[in-house]
């Protein structure tokens, strides 16, 4: 299942957005290219996408979200570095794995090497010019800041990006298998907490990633789920997905399309 955005795609960039050079892009991918890739293996090639507006209907989709953004040097180095990495640890094929009845655990991992991957994804969130991501548009600063860290390998700070992750769950009856909430993507959505700091949150792999920007409470920075430090064990807590204000009203949009024949799926 792919839930997208309602806004319009931009033009196409030219110049490389990492490296700044003038060259030939590759169609880039801010949430990995594999997450669809799976969840379009879920659904024999094609999946169902529901966009969060009011007119457009509910349609099989094969698109994986990419863009023309990076060169293809650029391209290798994010996926070598982060990429390649993130998507092992989340698939369990780094390090080993263990449930319980909180979450998951990972253990061997490289927390800031992890943590790097899904600041990568939010800058390239920003920068993508997609309709599923143009809801997000971090300040120049932020993203600056990201963009500088990416292309000259520097360390990311972790007082300005707090990045937490939950594995996904559903514990109702009848509810969402394992395999078929590994299968869903959501473009990102953020939130406003009272206006005190905001975060960016999306949804692949199984899991939601929520990155908090500006400086946080401790309460908050201390949370199971919390990445931060280097310690090589890390918990991703259990998070019911219908305890996700923002997917269940997703859902609720397509469920309503649905209803009133707003669907070309059969």
Not at 3 to 25: D, F, H, K, M
Not at 44 to 63: E, L, Y
Not at 191 to 201: I, L, Q, T
């Amino acid at each position: 299942m792919l839930i997208e955005s309602q806004y319009g795609v931009n033009a196409t960039i030219r110049p490389c957005r990492l490296c700044g050079e003038q060259r030939g892009l590759s169609i880039s991918h801010a949430l990995p290219n594999s997450a669809f890739v799976s969840a379009l293996r879920e659904g024999s090639g094609k999946v169902v996408a529901i966009v969060d507006d009011q007119t457009t209907p509910i349609q099989f989709s094969s698109d994986t979200w990419g863009v023309e953004l990076l060169c293809a040097t650029c391209e290798d180095k994010l996926n070598r570095k982060l990429d390649a990495y993130g998507i092992a640890v989340l698939k369990g094929q780094i390090g080993t794995v263990l449930r319980s009845d909180y979450g998951v655990t990972f253990r061997g991992i490289d927390r800031q090497r992890f943590r790097a991957f899904f600041l990568s994804i939010l800058w390239r969130i920003s920068v993508s010019s997609h309709a599923s991501y143009s809801n997000i548009d971090l300040p120049t600063h932020w993203e600056n800041e990201l963009h500088l860290a990416l292309k000259f390998d520097q360390k990311i700070s972790g007082s300005k990006y707090t990045v937490a992750i939950y594995r996904l769950r559903d514990s109702t009856p009848d509810g969402f298998t394992s395999e078929s909430l590994r299968s869903i993507v959501t473009a990102p959505f953020a939130r406003d907490y009272e206006g005190k700091f905001v975060s960016v949150c999306f949804i692949c792999f199984g899991f939601l990633v929520e990155i908090f920007l500006s400086k946080l409470p401790s309460k908050i920075k201390n949370k199971v789920g919390v990445l931060v430090g280097s310690n090589s064990i890390f918990m991703a807590p259990f998070q019911e997905i219908f305890d996700i204000p923002e997917l269940v009203n997703m859902m609720g949009s397509g469920l309503y399309k649905r209803d009133i024949g707003l669907s070309q799926i059969d």
